[in-house]
């Protein structure tokens, strides 16, 4: 009943949109489920968003991570001139870049998932049986899944934590740090959305008898 008592107050909190009310909430042992279920629906959530708006399947994450590398070379290169050009340096052009490289990670690292580009073994996983092929990607599919719930509830607690205290990016004076640590829970929701495609994929090939095991390419199409 405590555990139940505990989710209930997440969803209340929530409702009420009080970051206090939200981090305090998120310390509790429910929080683990509320996040396991959360992770759930709003990884098939998107994932039927990517099959409604192919475009957005295919250049979502790599949008985010273009203009994240964009604005980063941008705002270091200026650096750069504003320092020995002008003698003068704009205090938060150190602080945002790292902020805006972890964004790009994440969401790479959720777009890389798609393509099963992270190690996987391919090689080794090719010489066995079909039936161990797929146990091998249900075995991903599991683990991919459990590591993202893991980080959503960790960095949305962080999120809550850096919101009640309003804490700001260094060398600004209103720009919030957990604008930037939100999308940590975000890009782990796409990734959950990218391991129910492969799963998907995976099913419709071994009923299918296509290959289950393929050779991934960086950067390459989905």
Partial sequence: MALWSEISDIFRAFASQDSWEIRNALKTEGAWVFGTIATALSGLIMLWIYKLLPWLDRHLERTVMVYSYLAIALIIFWGVIDRFIFSN??????????????????????????????????????MMPRAGQLACLMLDAVLWFVFAVIVLVTTARMTALS?????????????????????????????????????????ANWRSGAPLIKQAVIGGEI
């Fill in 89 to 126: 340096q704009q205090p938060w052009s150190t602080t945002i870049p790292p902020l805006l490289f972890m964004i790009m990670a994440w969401f790479g690292a959720a777009f890389n998932v798609r393509l099963r580009t992270h190690l996987s073994f391919a090689e080794f996983r090719t």
């Fill in 163 to 203: 919101a009640s205290n309003f804490q700001i990016v260094l060398g600004t004076d209103n720009v919030m740090q957990w604008w930037f640590l939100i999308t940590a829970p975000l890009s782990f929701v796409l990734m959950v959305a990218r391991v129910f495609e492969n799963l998907i994929e995976d099913i």
